[in-house]
């Protein structure tokens, strides 16, 4: 499984981008949305079940951020509003072949895309 990850870019605070990632062939996994920001650890960002029918997030980006999916694009998606400069990280998207739910633990995840930069100016 190939994760290509997409749609990061540099952009002021408050602005918005849309994360995209697209996965090699039909794939129902759960799904995961990461972020690395310099000299800092990988830190969970938001996941989304199999089906899309739960998601959970970050207490730092609750409320800005939403995950959603198309499983017939084979495709997840990351909505980021109100971007604010901490935010800035590369972001990965991520698969977890056997959970159904979501799950924040990066080490349980199976397959990475290869990040995207995301930069939120001041």
């Known amino acids: 499984v190939q994760l290509q990850a997409s749609g990061g870019g540099l952009v002021q605070a408050g602005g918005s981008l849309r994360l995209s990632c697209v996965a090699s062939?039909?794939?129902?996994?759960?799904m995961g949305w990461f972020r690395q920001a310099p000299g800092k650890e990988r830190e969970f960002v938001g996941a989304?079940?199999?089906?899309?029918?739960?998601?959970d997030y970050a207490d730092s980006v609750k409320g800005r951020f939403t995950i959603s999916r198309d499983n017939a694009k084979n495709t997840v998606y990351l909505q980021m509003n109100t971007l604010k400069p901490e935010d800035t990280a590369v972001y990965y998207c991520a698969a977890h072949r056997t959970a159904w739910g979501t799950n924040a633990r990066a080490d349980e995840y199976d397959y990475w895309g290869q990040g995207t930069l995301v930069t939120v100016s001041s």
């Open positions: 989304i079940s199999r089906i899309g029918d739960s998601t």
């Open positions: 062939g039909r794939i129902l996994y759960a």
